[in-house]
């Protein structure tokens, strides 16, 4: 999930199953986020497992409490 971080830039968390934060890591910008998820090896991961990338940089206007990036086949956002 992307969340507006306070004094600016974006939070992001990498949740597994009922919400454990797996990892988290902040960035300045949304398209800063996706680059720091590939370079983690996670949407390498996740293209391994047949999971479905949403780019943040795609999701920038959505309003929420938080941006789907990866989800588990059969996962509901």
């Given at each position: 999930?992307?969340?507006?971080?306070?004094?600016?830039g974006w939070h992001i968390s990498l949740l597994q199953a009922r919400g454990i934060v797996r990892d988290s890591f902040t960035a300045t910008d949304l398209d800063a986020g996706d680059h720091a998820l590939q370079d983690r090896g996670y949407l390498s991961l996740a293209s391994a497992m047949g999971c479905d990338w949403d780019r943040l940089t795609s999701r920038r206007n959505e309003q929420g409490r938080g941006t789907p990036v990866f989800l588990?086949?059969?996962?509901?956002a």
């Open positions: 999930m992307a969340y507006p971080a306070t004094g600016g588990d086949p059969g996962e509901d």
